[in-house]
C-alpha cells in the first residue's frame, strides 16, 4: 500500500526530497582502507524530516575502470586476478575475470588512471578513451564511485603475466572476441560488475568505436 503524507496525498505526488541534515561523522576504522560512522536525519519521499540513522560507511576511495577495445580485430582484452572479497564470500573460485581497473590518486584525472593502471596490469598503452558513465557499485555501504571508460588498444600486444610486485599483484592477462566477451558477462562468467557493466554500455557504442577508431 502507498504510504500517504499529511494531507492524504502520495508520496510520488510530492517534489523529491533534497535536503540532508549532518548531526556527526566519525573515523571508526582506520587501516588498509577506512570506516566512517555518519550520524544523519534526510527528509523524506512523504514530506517532513525522517529519524535519525547511523550508518558505517566503507571509505576506499575512487576508482576507473577501463575496457580495453580493439576495434581493428573487434577484440577486448581482460585480466584475471584473485579477489580477497571474493575469497571471504565463500566463492570457491575467487579468481574473477576483469577489466583494467584502479584507485584515483588526489588530483588525479580519470585519464590519468585508465592509462597508468593499463600500462601495469595489462602492459598496454591505450590510444584514444571514451567515458561510459560513472556508478556507485554498492551505495548501500560505500562511497567509491568508478568512472567506466573503454579505450583503445592494440589486442595483439597483450598477454603475459603482470602487476607490481610490492603490491602482491598475479594479474593474467588475455584476450577475447568482443561477441565472447559479452556472452561471459551475460551468462556469469564474468562475475565483478563493474567489468559486465563496462561491456554491456561497450556493446551499445561499438559499432560507432569500430567506425571511429579504425580511423587515424
Known amino acids: 500500500m502507498a504510504r500517504q503524507d499529511e494531507n492524504g496525498t502520495g508520496a510520488a505526488s510530492r517534489p523529491a526530497p533534497r535536503r540532508i541534515e549532518r548531526?556527526?561523522?566519525?573515523?571508526?576504522?582506520?587501516?588498509?582502507?577506512?570506516?566512517?560512522?555518519?550520524?544523519?536525519?534526510?527528509?523524506?519521499?512523504?514530506?517532513?524530516?525522517?529519524?535519525?540513522?547511523?550508518?558505517?560507511?566503507?571509505?576506499?576511495?575512487?576508482?576507473?575502470?577501463?575496457?580495453?577495445?580493439?576495434?581493428?580485430?573487434?577484440?577486448?582484452?581482460?585480466?584475471?586476478?584473485?579477489?580477497?572479497?571474493?575469497?571471504?564470500?565463500?566463492?570457491?573460485?575467487?579468481?574473477?575475470?576483469?577489466?583494467?581497473?584502479?584507485?584515483?590518486?588526489?588530483?588525479e584525472a580519470a585519464e590519468t588512471v585508465a592509462r597508468r593502471e593499463a600500462e601495469e596490469e595489462a602492459g598496454l598503452r591505450l590510444g584514444r578513451l571514451e567515458t561510459l558513465s560513472t556508478q556507485y557499485m554498492t551505495p548501500g555501504g560505500s562511497s567509491e564511485s568508478i568512472v567506466l571508460m573503454v579505450g583503445e588498444a592494440d589486442s595483439a600486444r597483450a598477454g603475459g603475466i603482470h602487476g607490481l610486485d610490492h603490491e602482491g599483484e598475479d594479474i593474467r592477462v588475455f584476450t577475447r572476441p568482443f561477441a565472447e566477451a559479452e556472452a561471459m558477462a551475460l551468462d556469469g562468467r564474468i562475475r565483478n560488475a563493474m567489468t559486465a557493466l563496462a561491456i554491456l554500455q561497450t556493446a551499445a557504442r561499438r559499432e560507432a568505436l569500430r567506425t571511429g577508431w579504425s580511423r587515424p
Open 23 to 107: 548531526i556527526a561523522c566519525d573515523r571508526v576504522f582506520q587501516g588498509y582502507f577506512a570506516v566512517d560512522r555518519h550520524r544523519l536525519r534526510h527528509e523524506q519521499f512523504a514530506g517532513g524530516m525522517g529519524p535519525e540513522i547511523s550508518r558505517e560507511v566503507f571509505e576506499r576511495g575512487h576508482a576507473v575502470c577501463v575496457l580495453p577495445y580493439d576495434p581493428l580485430r573487434d577484440a577486448v582484452v581482460l585480466i584475471e586476478q584473485f579477489r580477497i572479497g571474493a575469497h571471504a564470500a565463500g566463492d570457491p573460485d575467487p579468481w574473477l575475470v576483469e577489466a583494467v581497473a584502479g584507485i584515483v590518486e588526489p588530483g
